[in-house]
């Protein structure tokens, strides 16, 4: 027969007095992660590793706690490890569209912007002071004179050759005119007219050698200003030269030991004395505003140029980072190119590139929720393309799909050494594994993370730690031990095992901020039970909507009497966070024929494969417990009376195959009980799922009902443990007023449920099989009835 279990069996109690506190207030802070050895394992080989791929992908359920347990292992070890250098983009003055990374060490970029921009407004003092003094005028002046003696002279002598010549040079249109002279007086058109083809000939002879010469000479005057204007090109790189060497030559003794910060200056320098106007104009202000304008020449933009863009600075860190993106899109992994938008235009320079979670993780660890990133377009892609080339790559998206035709950048990547961990569901870890060739390459370790724990001495105490942890980082009212012992049986409900702790730390954390946000002082156990009862009622309204049609008698469900071929089942309904469970009505009825047992749930397609299966289970133990004496004449129907909904799992089979017993034997079933428990061919009762819920569910219809001291739970024997029920039911357990009883066999459960031995309800059930064959041989004259296996699920 099946054992009744007393109060003890039903919910396992914590008692305060194995702790040595009075409250948390007297614990010290928990050091260490709790409850998952076997993550923390992966996780101290993944981060130590340096090879290439071993990044981490972190597997748990939402409410595990992994995101913050992998936080502060990753930052505790971070702490440990050196300070990476700041990532700095400098301007390329050889190809603008391609900036220069600069790795600096930790703090000093920063300092080299603010020294940079030191120079700049120094330069913009000291170049147009240089322009401006006595000995560039003199130099300058000098230039200027020598240029127009020199061209005086040769205009002096080109006229004297021309009038030697009998020609006069006259200034037309866009060129130089010879005209002839006969006594000193031009020629008109009329007088050519009027000479002889000789006279011309000769005229022409003569222009034709003049040309020849002034030609020459007119090139002699332009070689003569290009000088000039070399010299004074000349003459303003010195003085540019003199006025940036002294600044340049202070800043750059400052930093002898970054060859990188050297280069730049140098090129900075060089690009300052090419482009010397452009800090006159700036102190002149006389910059001018032509239209169209080709680009920014304003104030601010002119000297963009020469600007540090310091992209990543770690000065304020105390070892390697720890970044946890929560929004892993694209840009936000490597980065972004941005654009100002100027006279109807799209214009970018280095300074407008940004960083990106990669960049900031650059010697350290990258946190990033798997799902997020796969759902981001094309974020998957560029986070494994880091990983594969460990270099970053910023590029624009638009410019990578060929969606913008503007003015980019093409910066130069930088080396990327990150440690990746990825957080994820197991399903979606197993998806990558199968359907992504690279997923295996980059991530080679799994931390799995655990939902429970067991249930020890140590890990009750380990709970009374994070309990103090959580309660003095958040400044949050102590708990008492009595506190405390509650929290840890609510671990136990969470886990739904009275052998193990749930790891889901933050539902328990969000109990103990519950129960301290209604304490007065000391959180006490009845402030954790009022949490609890709190959380209960703010959640089940559906579950108080299908109690109160029950009590009404719109949902028919019997808690007195017995019936044929009719047993109350219990459902668990999952809505998100909330499950609670309910009764519902299971009822069969059979007669004579060949279509065996018939799931009307799964004829009207309201049930999944696995109840499907524990039917088809149902078949094979008919066969094996009455197949042997012939044929099974048999078409059964089974049903969830009032069920509207989709109907999966098997831990409706032992019920059922009572209510199908029952219907061939046509002897009654208990009312006032509920069964649960699936069953296999042998008939052996197996475990289920949710049987607190479903314990809970009946009583809560009982009770409202009026409890007569017989109704009850039967349920698997190897489901035991899995109780951790509430209070009211552990009281009405204990007084007597509800039973809960445990069975291993189906022939236990047939004997308790209908009040008779087994073997008789067997042998009835064997009877009316064999009326039902004997039946179709009469009414059919089957001499050939259908093979045994072929009773099943139609």
């Known amino acids: 027969m099946p054992l009744k279990l007393?109060?003890?069996?039903?919910?396992?109690?914590?008692?305060?007095?194995?702790?040595t506190f009075q409250t948390t207030a007297d614990l010290p802070v928990l050091d260490s992660i709790l409850g998952q050895p076997r993550a923390m394992r992966a996780l101290e080989m993944g981060s130590a590793i340096a090879s290439h791929g071993f990044n981490l992908f972190a597997v748990g359920q939402p409410g595990s706690g992994k995101t913050t347990l992998v936080r502060q292992f990753l930052e505790r070890r971070a702490a440990t490890l050196p300070v990476p250098d700041d990532l700095c983009y400098v301007n390329n003055f050889a190809d603008n569209r391609k900036p220069l990374p600069l790795r600096l060490p930790a703090g000093r970029a920063v300092q080299v912007r603010k020294d940079v921009a030191a120079l700049v407004e120094e330069l913009k003092a000291a170049i147009p002071r240089a322009f401006e003094s006595e000995e560039y005028s003199q130099q300058r002046d000098i230039i200027v004179r020598q240029l127009e003696e020199q061209r005086r002279e040769a205009a002096s002598r080109l006229d004297q050759r021309v009038a030697e010549a009998g020609f006069q040079l006259l200034k037309g249109p866009g060129a130089l005119i010879l005209a002839p002279l006969v006594g000193g007086k031009l020629l008109t058109d009329k007088d050519l007219e009027g000479l002889t083809p000789e006279e011309k000939s000769k005229i022409d002879r003569v222009r034709g050698k003049l040309q020849s010469e002034i030609e020459e000479r007119l090139r002699q005057i332009r070689q003569m200003e290009k000088g000039a204007r070399d010299a004074l090109q000349a003459l303003d790189t010195e003085t540019a030269s003199f006025a940036t060497r002294h600044l340049v030559d202070d800043l750059r003794s400052r930093y002898q030991e970054l060859p990188g910060v050297l280069s730049f200056l140098d090129a900075l320098q060089a690009d300052v004395v090419a482009h010397a106007d452009d800090f006159r104009k700036g102190k002149e202000g006389d910059t001018p505003q032509v239209l169209p304008l080709p680009a920014p020449v304003d104030g601010e933009r002119a000297f963009a140029r020469y600007q540090v863009n310091v992209l990543v600075d770690n000065s304020a860190l105390q070892g390697a980072p720890v970044v946890v993106e929560s929004n892993p899109t694209y840009h936000n992994l490597t980065g972004r190119i941005e654009h100002q938008s100027f006279w109807g235009g799209l214009i970018t320079d280095h300074t407008m590139i940004k960083a990106g979670a990669l960049h900031r993780a650059h010697g350290g660890y990258l946190i990033v929720p798997a799902r997020e990133c796969l759902m981001s377009p094309y974020a998957w892609e560029g986070l494994k393309r880091a990983l594969k080339d460990r270099a970053l790559d910023v590029e624009e998206l638009g410019t990578q799909l060929s969606l913008m035709s503007t003015v980019t950048l093409d910066p130069e990547p930088v080396p990327l050494d990150v440690k990746v961990v990825l957080l994820g569901g197991g399903f979606l870890h197993m998806l990558l594994s199968f359907y992504d060739e690279d997923f295996a390459k980059l991530f080679k370790v799994k931390a799995d993370f655990a939902t429970r724990m067991e249930r020890t001495?140590?890990?009750?105490?380990?709970?009374?730690?994070?309990?103090?942890?959580?309660?003095?980082?958040?400044?949050?009212?102590?708990?008492?031990?009595?506190?405390v012992a509650r929290v840890i049986e609510?671990?136990?409900?969470?886990?739904?095992?009275?052998?193990?702790?749930?790891t889901r730390f933050g539902e328990i954390a969000d109990l103990v901020r519950e129960s301290a946000h209604g304490a007065d002082g000391v959180v006490t156990v009845e402030n954790v039970r009022a949490a609890e009862q709190a959380r209960r009622y703010r959640e089940n309204l559906i579950e108080e909507r299908i109690q109160e049609e029950i009590a009404r008698g719109t949902i028919l469900i019997d808690t007195a009497g017995t019936a044929v071929g009719r047993l109350n089942g219990l459902s668990v309904l999952s809505l998100g966070e909330l499950s609670f469970g309910h009764p519902v009505r299971l009822s069969g009825t059979v007669a004579p024929g060949?279509?065996?047992?018939?799931?009307?749930?799964?004829?009207?397609?309201?049930?999944?494969?696995?109840?499907?299966?524990?039917v088809l289970i149902l078949s094979g133990y008919l066969l094996r417990q009455y197949g042997t004496r012939g044929p099974l004449g048999l078409s059964a129907s089974l049903v969830f009376e009032q069920s509207y909904g989709m109907v999966e799992g098997d831990s409706a089979s032992l019920g059922e195959l009572c209510v199908l017993l029952s219907a061939l034997s046509e002897i009654p079933l208990r009312q006032d009980v509920a069964v649960t428990g699936s069953v296999n061919q042998h008939g052996t009762v197996q475990a289920v799922g949710g049987v607190t819920d479903k314990v809970e569910g009946f009583f809560d219809v009982c009770a409202a009902r009026g409890l007569s001291g017989t109704q009850g739970v039967?349920?698997?024997?190897?489901?035991?443990?899995?109780?951790?029920?509430?209070d009211d039911v552990v009281a009405a357990v204990a007084d007597g007023r509800f039973h809960i009883w445990t069975t291993e066999s189906v022939d236990d459960a047939l004997a308790f449920l209908t009040g008779r031995e087994a073997a008789e309800v067997h042998a009835a059930a064997a009877a009316r099989l064999g009326e039902f064959e004997k039946a179709l041989k009469e009414s059919t004259g089957d001499k050939d009835p259908q093979p045994q296996g072929a009773t099943g699920v139609q």
């Open 714 to 726: 039967l349920l698997p024997a190897s489901n035991q443990r899995h109780l951790m029920l509430r």
């Open 490 to 502: 609510f671990g136990s409900r969470a886990a739904g095992d009275q052998t193990h702790l749930s």
């Open 457 to 483: 001495a140590d890990s009750e105490h380990a709970y009374a730690l994070f309990i103090a942890s959580l309660t003095q980082q958040e400044k949050l009212s102590p708990l008492d031990r009595a506190a």
């Open 594 to 614: 060949r279509r065996g047992i018939v799931s009307i749930e799964r004829e009207v397609e309201l049930s999944g494969p696995i109840h499907g299966k524990g």
């Open 6 to 19: 007393d109060a003890a069996a039903v919910r396992r109690l914590c008692s305060p007095d194995q702790f």
